[in-house]
T-cell receptor, first 115, second 111 residues
Framework: NAGVTQTPKFRVLKTGQSMTLLCAQDMNHEYMYWYRQDPGMGLRLIHYSVGEGTTAKGEVPDGYNVSRLKKQNFLLGLESAAPSQTSVYFC??????????????FGPGTRLTVL | SQQGEEDPQALSIQEGENATMNCSYKTSINNLQWYRQNSGRGLVHLILIRSNEREKHSGRLRVTLDTSKKSSSLLITASRAADTASYFCAFFGSGTYKYIFGTGTRLKVLA
């Protein structure tokens, strides 16, 4: 049982390049989330999904796209990377939302630098 | 913004001492959770307290919740060097499907 895994762990991009971050979970969770973490700002929700084939915008969605084609995978895409997207990205999943009674399980993070 | 605020931002204590960190929020909540993040790692869930509870214990952790003041505190008793980490509160944003995280408290426990 690997929990939540993220690939890659590190990546350096040049401005304007594109990339996809992959999140996978093996806990059969319905809900998945993408966050970014910047110094002094805690975690901010980028996009989330409440089930296979569904996605929704979070607090800071601009410049990102997501897809949830399979229940176990949640992809985060950057179409044209900008230096402001330099951050640590975390994926998380939970069994259900149920008014927030369920804990979130986090991946180890992807450290992205955009030059 | 619904983001939670935590204080202090940083805390440094000696091993064996107690550590207290506070979280304040602005929205109505059903429950509040606390997470720990070790350097370079993802967050790990510690404890959840429901809105109808005032206090909850788990091992060396004690969490209180005051919904009238919209605040919560996390107490770690008899701290250890291994408790060195950042601690975040998180709550379910009212009327949304979103968890809101606090800004975090960086705890350093000196051996």
């Amino acid at each position: 049982n690997a929990g939540v895994t993220q690939t890659p762990k590190f990546r350096v991009l040049k401005t304007g390049q594109s990339m996809t971050l992959l999140c996978a979970q093996d806990m059969n969770h319905e809900y998945m989330y993408w966050y970014r973490q910047d110094p002094g700002m805690g975690l901010r929700l980028i996009h989330y999904s409440v089930g296979e084939g569904t996605t929704a915008k979070g607090e800071v969605p601009d410049g990102y796209n997501v897809s949830r084609l399979k229940k176990q995978n949640f992809l985060l895409g950057l179409e044209s990377a900008a230096p402001s997207q330099t951050s640590v990205y975390f994926c998380a999943s939970s069994y259900s939302l149920a008014e927030g009674y369920n804990e979130q399980f986090f991946g180890p993070g992807t450290r992205l630098t955009v030059l | 913004s619904q983001q939670g605020e935590e204080d202090p931002q940083a805390l440094s204590i000696q091993e064996g001492e107690n550590a207290t960190m506070n979280c304040s929020y602005k929205t109505s909540i059903n429950n509040l959770q606390w997470y720990r993040q070790n350097s370079g790692r993802g967050l790990v869930h510690l404890i959840l307290i429901r809105s109808n509870e005032r206090e909850k214990h788990s091992g060396r952790l004690r969490v209180t919740l005051d919904t009238s003041k919209k605040s919560s505190s996390l107490l770690i008793t008899a701290s250890r060097a291994a408790d060195t980490a950042s601690y975040f509160c998180a709550f379910f944003g009212s009327g949304t499907y979103k968890y809101i995280f606090g800004t975090g408290t960086r705890l350093k426990v000196l051996a």
